[in-house]
């Protein structure tokens, strides 16, 4: 079992989440979970003008949620951790759980365990449980 986290731990963890709070930044890592993109393309998925893609990636790069890459003329901006994208897909996960629940009128949902590491060092999801 995890330790509790003391106070330091979660007003830096506050801080940080701040990072993800925004849905613009939502769409960014979206854009950024399967491969690297620059500025336009990002902005180009992200329905946003260049100037706001850039202001919100600067953000993101400054609390080191993504990486960027000259390559040439272009700066190629990537997730700079992919655990950052499996913490966005559990937390997805227990939306989507919560969200059927609701639908079912169940007011608290089961909670489902949390993933455990395969052999292959990757998250193995727990099957849903039934509510």
Do not use: W
């Not at 897909?89 to 989507?96: A, E, F, P, S, T």
Request: hydrophobic share 40%; aromatic share 4%; proline share 8%.
């Amino acid at each position: 079992m995890a330790r509790p986290l003391n106070d330091q731990a979660c007003d830096l963890m506050g801080d940080f989440f701040t990072t993800f709070a925004h849905p613009t930044r939502m769409r960014i890592l979206c854009a950024l979970q399967q491969q690297p993109r620059t500025v336009s393309q990002i902005a180009a998925y992200a329905g946003i003008a260049l100037p706001n893609a850039s202001q919100h990636l600067r953000l993101m790069r400054d609390r080191g949620v993504v990486a960027a890459r000259k390559q040439g003329q272009h700066v190629h901006y990537a997730v700079a951790d992919p655990r950052f994208i499996e913490a966005l897909m559990l937390i997805r996960g227990v939306l989507v759980d919560q969200m059927r629940s609701k639908a079912r009128g169940v007011t608290t949902p089961a909670r489902r365990p949390a993933p455990e590491k395969n052999a292959a060092g990757g998250l193995s999801t727990p099957a849903p449980t039934s509510v």
